[in-house]
């Protein structure tokens, strides 16, 4: 019997799937596998346990695996590529392997295929496309320091800044900060400054904090003007690979907290793309399109 599996390698947890030719036989969930944020020994480790419980659930050794497709969150270069294939030599499996972004697994999850778009708009943002000829087309997610633009933390970005430039008498006035700094337990706001740059924050709990400003959308103009952006931004995005796309029409799956969680920046950005691009949430886990790419199934 062959068998094949699947990986959906995420910041905060990881998806793996086994199954046979037929059908998926197991799932399993571990910590994060994105190198960037926990390293690369750590990330082995936790492949590791995932490839042992996945294994053990079919009473079979990781050698009588055919292939594996691990779509990983940080995999956007050749050399984060080359890294991940070296963890998995270190394992040791040294069976077939493919390995890509974790957005793509996620497009073939619920387009059936590796075919057509998906922008994920989470803590980060990146979008990505696949031409009728199979070519493969990337705009944005080239980190928060740069890029980002649409995602949560540039939202709460923002809204920081916002705050901050109010105060300073640069700014608007707005109620954005009595809001966050309930949420954060802060009184002043100057330790906005101390929350973004000390250390032990990292983007992530940023991030968390762009809720807030949805839910000012209807009460503060700042609140509003920073929504409005994001959806400006991320429409700019899809236009941008609809383009590279050669305007053919397509499926635009979206997925990460910002388009799948408020209703508002969803449906604004859907009002916004032109008719020719589907839009649908991710609602299929991806690691059951990386364990059909391992078949060699799209």
């Not at 947890?13 to 036989?25: A, C, F, K, S, Y």
């Not at 077939?96 to 075919?115: I, Q, T, Y």
């Not at 400054?193 to 000012?216: M, N, T, W």
Request: glycine content about 10%; some cysteine.
């Amino acid at each position: 019997m062959k068998y094949y599996i699947g990986i959906d390698g995420g910041g905060t947890n990881t998806v793996g799937v086994i199954g046979d030719e037929n059908t998926i036989l197991h799932q399993s969930v571990v910590g994060p596998t994105n190198y960037h944020n926990i390293g690369l020994e750590a990330m082995k480790e936790t492949l590791e346990s995932l490839l042992s419980q996945l294994c053990a659930s079919q009473g079979i050794m990781l050698s009588d695996v055919n292939r594996i497709c691990f779509g990983g969150a940080g995999i956007d270069t050749v050399a984060d590529e080359k890294r991940i294939r070296q963890s998995f030599q270190e394992i040791p499996y040294t069976g077939s392997l493919d390995v890509m972004n974790d957005a793509l697994v996620a497009m073939a999850a619920e387009n059936g295929s590796l075919s057509g778009g998906i922008l994920i708009s989470g803590t980060g943002s990146v979008c990505y496309g696949v031409k009728k000829d199979g070519a493969l087309i990337r705009v944005g997610g080239w980190g928060h320091i740069l890029d980002d633009e649409g995602s949560a933390y540039a939202i709460a970005r923002d809204a920081i800044k916002a705050i901050l430039e109010s105060y300073d008498g640069r700014g608007p006035k707005t109620e954005l900060f009595k809001t966050i700094s309930a949420q954060l337990g802060i009184t002043e706001e100057t330790e906005l400054v101390d929350f973004v740059y000390g250390q032990s924050k990292g983007k992530h709990e940023i991030a968390q904090l762009a809720p807030l400003v949805s839910d000012l959308y209807e009460q503060d103009t700042q609140a509003k003007r920073i929504i409005d952006h994001a959806v400006h931004t991320l429409k700019r995005t899809v236009m941008t690979l609809y383009e590279k796309m050669d305007f053919e029409p397509f499926a635009l799956v979206v997925s990460g907290s910002v388009l799948v969680k408020n209703e508002r920046i969803f449906s604004a950005l859907r009002r916004a793309l032109p008719a020719e691009i589907l839009m649908k949430r991710l609602e299929h886990e991806a690691a059951v399109g990386a364990y059909h790419i391992a078949k060699g199934n799209l």
